[in-house]
């Protein structure tokens, strides 16, 4: 059984925006849903405009629907100098096969980072959000900017952008993701590649050197840890939330570090890194322990079902997929053969056709006079070496003549082979009698009655 559908890292499918979120509020958005790539709009690209909105019975002004490959809306600088909010809407698509690997996300063409998003399952809870960070003393964002913010396609969605500045916004939709297509795969080939990859000590330390470089941080702290041997509820604690907060700001602002300006610290650091976790990993050798190698087989296994799951966003499909996987592994492989020979037998019973005994016989002339043929061609070549050959024969002139082309067989032969095989009948059959004989028998049987 080939089973073929295909982790996302959590880092690609979260919203990777400064986003506020919450919980879906009990209110409903009536909004009818379409399907952003069909054909006669995958082409179109249209500029959208507010439109009345009303939930809850409050109306919303500057509320974009948005539901249309390459829909765009545009707004200019505004001239109060104050922020001002816009809410576009997405509506979803219903659940299909066919849309597995689909995504949605909005783009905002925005030159400077002065702007915050709010998102949310409706206008009112956006607004509710948009609302509460105004009038909060302290209110929290994510550590990290993005100007794409990835939708659901089977989820109504919100987002409020709040800013001053000019700025363009465009939806994007896609049939296929190639992205999520290959995370599928790749945790396919891991979930079936893990119990040999686990053991491959080319992957161990591959796996150490690259978790060295993403994570050294929080591996020092961790050292420290164990150095001072502090509980995690101490400054520890605090030292771990740090680490994972400056790994997270890195990993979104790889671009930034990745110019002229940070380049050379950013090699400086990955040779350094690399270096030091290549020299742990060696002292350390590669997991010998029957156990531990089941236990990293079993995590990469369970790595690579999230990967499944988490790379579409049907998830209904993708959690089905998952469990199909699982449970088809945990089948007995012996059952599994037993199965699959059952199945061709019976579906793909190749079909045998018996030969007669003149078919067998002309096939057995046949076969035996194109052997002794590819025999001359090759005692004639230079590379069966005849000189060697012709020394250790008893009877070099023979084989001479065979060369030449005469019989391979003597008639002495032919001769000895007939008799030897007509006594052989007659001993495996009935004797043969003259009539005399036969006569003799009889009386000689009589007599004995």
């Not at 890194?273 to 089941?294: C, K, L």
């Not at 079993?298 to 089905?320: E, G, K």
Request: hydrophobic fraction near 40%; charge should be negative.
């Amino acid at each position: 059984m080939i089973i073929l559908i295909p982790f996302l890292v959590s880092l690609h499918f979260g919203h990777s925006a400064e986003v506020t979120s919450a919980q879906p509020s009990p209110a409903k958005t009536d909004i009818k849903s379409e399907n952003p790539g069909d054909k006669n709009d995958t082409l179109r690209t249209s500029q959208v405009f507010p439109t009345p909105w009303v939930e809850d019975g409050v109306s919303h002004p500057d509320v974009y629907r948005m539901g249309v490959k390459g829909q765009y809306a545009t707004f200019n600088a505004s001239t109060d100098q104050y922020e001002h909010l816009s809410i576009f809407c997405y509506p979803s698509v219903p659940l299909s096969i066919s849309l597995f690997w689909s995504s949605a996300s909005l783009k905002m063409d925005l030159p400077s980072n002065n702007y915050n998003v709010y998102l949310g399952p409706n206008v009112t809870t956006v607004v509710s959000l948009a609302q509460a960070s105004d009038s909060a003393w302290f209110y929290s964002q994510l550590p990290w900017r993005s100007k794409e913010f990835k939708l659901s396609p089977f989820e109504d969605t919100c987002i409020g952008v709040q800013t001053k500045e000019e700025y363009t916004i465009t939806l994007q939709w896609k049939h296929v993701n190639y992205m999520m297509v290959a995370v599928t795969m790749t945790g396919l080939a891991i979930f079936w590649m893990a119990p040999t990859l686990c053991r491959n000590t080319f992957f161990h330390y591959t796996t150490g050197i690259s978790l060295g470089l993403l994570m050294s941080i929080v591996l020092l702290t961790y050292l420290a840890q164990r150095r001072f041997k502090q509980s995690l509820f101490s400054w520890v604690g605090m030292a771990y939330s740090l680490s994972v907060y400056l790994m997270t700001r890195t990993w979104f602002n790889i671009k930034e570090y990745l110019t002229e300006q940070y380049i050379h610290l950013v090699i400086g650091y990955v040779l350094v890194a690399g270096i030091i976790s290549f020299t742990v990993v060696y002292r350390m050798g590669p997991p010998s322990n029957p156990r531990t190698i089941n236990l990293i087989q079993w995590s990469m296994q369970f790595v690579s079902l999230v990967m499944v799951v988490m790379s579409s966003y049907h998830q209904p499909a993708s959690l089905l997929l998952s469990l199909t996987i699982l449970l088809w592994s945990a089948i007995p492989a012996s059952l599994k053969s037993g199965a699959n020979t059952q199945i061709r037998k019976r579906f793909f019973k190749p079909q045998i056709k018996l030969l007669s005994e003149d078919d067998y016989n002309t096939q057995a002339h046949e076969e035996t006079r194109k052997a002794l043929e590819q025999l001359k061609a090759f005692c004639r070549s230079p590379e069966s070496k005849p000189w060697q050959t012709v020394a250790r024969l008893r009877t070099p002139g023979r084989f001479a003549e065979f060369i030449e082309g005469s019989p391979h067989l003597t008639e002495a032969e032919v001769m000895e082979y007939s008799h030897w095989d007509y006594n052989t009948d007659d001993e495996d059959g009935d004797d043969i009698y003259t009539d005399d004989e036969e006569a003799d028998v009889a009386a000689s049987d009589d007599n004995r009655d």
